[in-house]
């Protein structure tokens, strides 16, 4: 978009003259984010469902349970992985980092990663590193193909003609990246956004799609599991913006942590994008605005415009290691400013991407980077790894980890 604010113009202007009811559906999603604010309140942590692994196996999980999944747009699902194997994982991370002298490469590469720079704190501890054996050993196992394919069939992704959205089945391996927070960090936190699309969730036609019960239909009858559309998206090009379809964002815990140990907070309200779209669109907010949100970068929800959803935002609850946290990509999240705990913070960011023609297209591309060593292909080209020892190869994957970055077909 070669000038977002006159092509934000233009989208409202288009949308309003689409939507007379503007004011009305603000009236109505005002009154149900009240509820729904309301009950995350009363329920404080316990908003945050949690299920075990081993529920997951045995398909012993509720209707309910998924129902509630699907309301709060997240999940703890604990004990993926054994804790002496997720211990082994942090060390030989630590071990990767330090006999690869991170750090000091680190300082010649400042400023590359501009992805968080409009959001209110800065970035957290987290590491340009995509190509580790424990990144890549986690996201080839099969406990993690298992919890994935699971959390993809929560979705409706079958389309009228029965034909699929995607195949919950076959399971994309997005790199994404590590985060180690050390323990009495004060300044590395992130405030509320969202991830996978800004100021084109209003400007680009193929989100209309995604969003159109939201813009021109019933607005009580959005649905954020109705997969329709959402692997046509066009995200606009930037380092960090992820140009894939996730059905769920996540990561797995490399230590214990908890509310004040510096990690997640998340507003558990699956709904709560179609507050923030026709928010945008409402008289007080200048023609060339959506409230703040910039091309290229994390969809900020600020106090300024969106103080009524921000206090429902809640810490996760205390995680172990082998445990893993999931949220819908249009889920608000944040990371804490401090880090009150005595330990190190860590996380390997782990996502459900199912096979589509979309995630298909972007699996090439990221196999070359793999291969070379280079960043992944969503992120800023700091290309740690090429002379990285101890870096991942092709021999380190197994037939399903080939397939699902792409080296193998299925």
Not at 4 to 14: F, H, I, S, W, Y
Request: aromatic residues 10%.
């Amino acid at each position: 978009m070669s000038n977002p604010k006159q092509g934000v113009m233009d989208a409202k202007a288009a949308l309003l003259a689409r939507m007379p009811d503007g004011a009305a559906r603000m009236v109505r999603l005002n009154e149900w984010l009240a509820d729904e604010v309301a009950a995350v309140k009363s329920e404080g942590a316990e908003a945050i469902p949690q299920i075990a692994f081993r529920d997951v196996l045995l398909d012993a999980i509720s209707d309910a349970q998924r129902d509630r999944i699907r309301r709060r747009g997240c999940v703890v699902i604990r004990g993926v992985f054994d804790r002496p194997q997720v211990n082994d994982w942090n060390a030989e991370i630590e071990r990767y980092i330090d006999e690869n002298h991170y750090y000091e490469k680190a300082k010649g590469k400042a400023g590359l990663d501009q992805y968080f720079s409009t959001l209110a704190s800065g970035r957290p501890q987290i590491f340009g590193l995509y190509w580790s054996r424990p990144q890549m050993q986690a996201r080839q196992h099969e406990n993690m193909n298992a919890v994935r394919g699971w959390l993809n069939r929560l979705w409706a992704f079958t389309r009228p003609d029965g034909s699929q959205e995607f195949d919950p089945n076959r399971q994309c391996n997005y790199a994404d990246r590590v985060r180690r927070r050390e323990p009495g960090d004060k300044s590395l936190g992130l405030s509320a956004h969202c991830d996978g699309g800004s100021i084109e969730r209003w400007c680009d036609p193929s989100f209309h799609r995604v969003y159109h019960e939201v813009f021109f239909g019933d607005v009580d009858a959005y649905d954020p599991f109705n997969a329709a559309g959402r692997t046509q998206t066009e995200e606009i090009p930037s380092p960090a913006v992820c140009s894939v379809f996730r059905t769920f964002q996540g990561w797995t815990a490399l230590t214990n942590q908890g509310p004040g140990d510096g990690t997640l907070k998340i507003i558990p309200i699956a709904r709560a994008m179609a507050w923030m779209l026709i928010r945008a669109l409402q008289p007080d907010i200048a023609p060339d605005d959506l409230c703040g949100a910039v091309a290229g970068r994390a969809l900020a929800a600020n106090s300024q415009w969106h103080q009524s959803l921000l206090e429902a935002e809640v810490s996760i609850p205390v995680v172990e290691p082998g445990d893993t946290v999931w949220w819908h990509p249009d889920v608000i999240h944040a990371v804490e400013d401090e880090h009150r705990g005595n330990h190190y913070s860590n996380v390997i960011y782990i996502g459900a991407a199912p096979w589509c023609e979309k995630n298909a297209r972007f699996l090439p591309r990221q196999a070359e980077r793999f291969l070379a060593g280079k960043s992944s292909p969503d992120f800023a080209a700091e290309d740690y790894e090429v002379d990285f020892k101890d870096r991942a190869r092709l021999d380190d994957l197994s037939e399903l980890g080939k397939k699902q970055i792409g080296l193998l077909p299925w």
